[in-house]
């Protein structure tokens, strides 16, 4: 029997290794002709005549008999006649609880330049989303340890929410504190199109060493090529997936999308994509949903994930805002009005949602969150009338009662960096302050 499994291995494997030659470099993108391979799949091309240096390249598409490739790291080096060598399968990165308190780059590999810990399984970037049908309901909240979510946006175990803001808002700071006290298993953080010095500024303020022992780190830098910044977010997403089907409850985090979106946009238009809205490309709009719908609940466990989305200009419409909003299960809006008055984090409760939570929480916390906004709701429209002291006390009791609770509705949005409110303490301010029953 042996003997048979051994044979039939030697009968199923490849002895043949197949090359290409470069033929042209124009701009992102790598031509050559041949080696026989598929889309999706890894190369690794021979530079240098002494030196012997090699980079990865992923085949990205085909010009008839031209084979072009986009290169994970810069193209210094290439020449003429460079020899392209095909691996045959897809980019794969290693996965395992060795790696929690790591810090990587966009394909798995120590940002410190150290070797990755033994005792690490193999696991492919690029898998498909769960079955629909193999997806558990949500049915529980997650602790985020923020007060305004936790009270009035509870967030279910397995639930998928954007964050939409302009720069400078205090996304990072929000992803920071979710990250040091949600009841997750363990945080994946995908920090993709960054400044460099943002990376060591997030890891040391905003996380913490508190946070860090119990996350995995993926940064994927602003000045990197467009391929290795979607595979830092494909990375993180596949390292989240083998934790989640370990039976873990995985918290990802990605900041931001919006930059995800921009370096498909250029790898689409190298490889002659048309433009289409606001010049993304028609890739842009499938990449999108193919990566989004990897989180969530499956039969095993769960990925809990928030998605940034950068709004340019604050216009919270424009295409990448527009699509995420479509395909995620809801959104926490920051409001740069709110930043600019103190209030952080800055979430505007009113422009926000969380489409699962009449399905997670109690009937009377449900009725509390409702009566808080309506609360806000009323004084917000009245504001302007209170600011300049043109509405009079006893005119309207809804203006009243509104205005009598204001402070305490912004101490209850308002949080401090490092202060960590339990889920049953945000919900027993809720219903101490501002249930008032049916």
């Not at 048979?4 to 490849?14: G, K, P, R, S, T």
């Amino acid at each position: 029997m042996d003997n048979d499994i051994v044979y039939e291995a030697l009968h199923q494997m490849n002895p043949y290794k197949r090359y290409g030659k470069v033929t042209r470099v124009v701009g992102l993108m790598i031509e050559s002709r041949g080696p026989e391979t598929s889309i999706g799949n890894v190369c690794i091309l021979h530079i240098g005549k002494h030196d012997k240096k090699t980079i990865m390249a992923e085949v990205v598409g085909f010009r008839e008999e031209f084979v072009l490739l986009m290169p994970f790291t810069n193209v210094t080096f290439i020449s003429p006649g460079s020899l392209v060598e095909d691996t045959g399968k897809p980019l794969h990165v290693k996965a395992g609880f060795e790696l929690v308190g790591s810090v990587l780059d966009g394909i798995g590999q120590p940002l410190n330049g150290l070797e990755l810990p033994k005792g690490l399984l193999s696991y492919p970037t690029d898998n498909p989303p769960p079955n629909p049908l193999h997806r558990q309901r949500i049915h529980e909240p997650i602790e985020i340890g923020v007060r305004a979510i936790d009270g009035l946006l509870t967030v279910g175990l397995g639930q998928r929410l954007g964050i939409f803001a302009g720069s400078g808002v205090g996304k990072s700071t929000l992803l920071g504190m979710i990250a040091r006290n949600s009841s997750a298993d363990i945080n994946v953080i995908a920090l993709i199109g960054e400044r460099g010095r943002e990376v060591l500024e997030f890891i040391e303020k905003d996380l913490g060493d508190e946070g860090l022992k119990r996350s995995i780190i993926i940064a994927a830098t602003s000045d990197q090529p467009a391929l290795m910044r979607i595979k830092g977010a494909l990375t993180a997403t596949a390292i989240a997936e083998y934790f989640r089907d370990q039976g873990k409850n995985v918290m990802l985090m990605m900041d931001s999308v919006t930059r995800v979106a921009m370096a498909q946009r250029e790898i689409g238009l190298a490889i002659g994509e048309p433009p289409t809205t606001k010049g993304y490309t028609p890739s842009v709009f499938s990449f999108l949903p193919k990566m989004l719908e990897r989180s969530g609940t499956n039969e095993k466990g769960t990925i809990t994930a928030f998605y940034t989305v950068l709004v340019d200009g604050d216009d919270f419409n424009e295409p990448i805002a527009d699509t995420v909003r479509g395909i995620l299960d809801g959104h926490f809006v920051l409001d740069r009005d709110l930043a600019h008055k103190g209030q952080f984090p800055a979430i505007n409760i009113l422009e926000s949602i969380s489409r699962v939570m009449n399905n997670i929480v109690t009937p009377e916390h449900l009725r509390s969150a409702q009566q808080f906004r309506e609360l806000l709701s009323t004084y917000l429209e009245a504001e302007d009338l209170i600011n300049i002291g043109a509405y009079k006390s006893g005119t309207s009791e809804k203006i009243d009662e509104a205005v009598a609770a204001y402070e305490e509705m912004i101490q209850f949005l308002k949080q401090n960096i490092d202060e960590n409110t339990r889920f049953e303490q945000a919900l027993e301010i809720l219903m101490t302050q501002f249930y008032k029953g049916e």
